[in-house]
């Protein structure tokens, strides 16, 4: 099965936290924060969304770093994936 997101929508999956800190501290699963970089996955059309046209400016492979609290999460295949507004995504990594 795949995710195909519509209009301004993009599926990310998240790139998992670091274990230590750079100190050399291993740190447990209850004290890792939530990371907020993740990998697009898919990407959706864009198109006029609400009475404006929407250019998507992100794509599949490019690392990004989004919202704290934005978007849905899906567990699709044993996966977890989080479909977020275009919006919602803040920057580009490279």
Do not use: F, H, W
């Amino acid at each position: 099965m795949t995710l195909k997101p519509l209009a301004d929508r993009v599926v990310i999956k998240n790139i998992e936290a670091e274990e230590t800190t750079k100190g050399g501290i291993i740190l447990t699963a209850a004290a890792k924060e939530k990371p907020q970089m993740a990998e697009v996955i898919a990407v959706g059309p864009g198109g006029v969304i609400d009475g404006k046209e929407i250019n998507m400016y992100v794509s599949v492979g490019e690392k990004v770093i989004y919202s704290k609290y934005a978007g849905t999460e899906v567990k699709l295949d044993g996966v977890e994936y989080i479909v977020v507004r275009q919006s919602d995504i803040l920057a580009v990594v490279e």
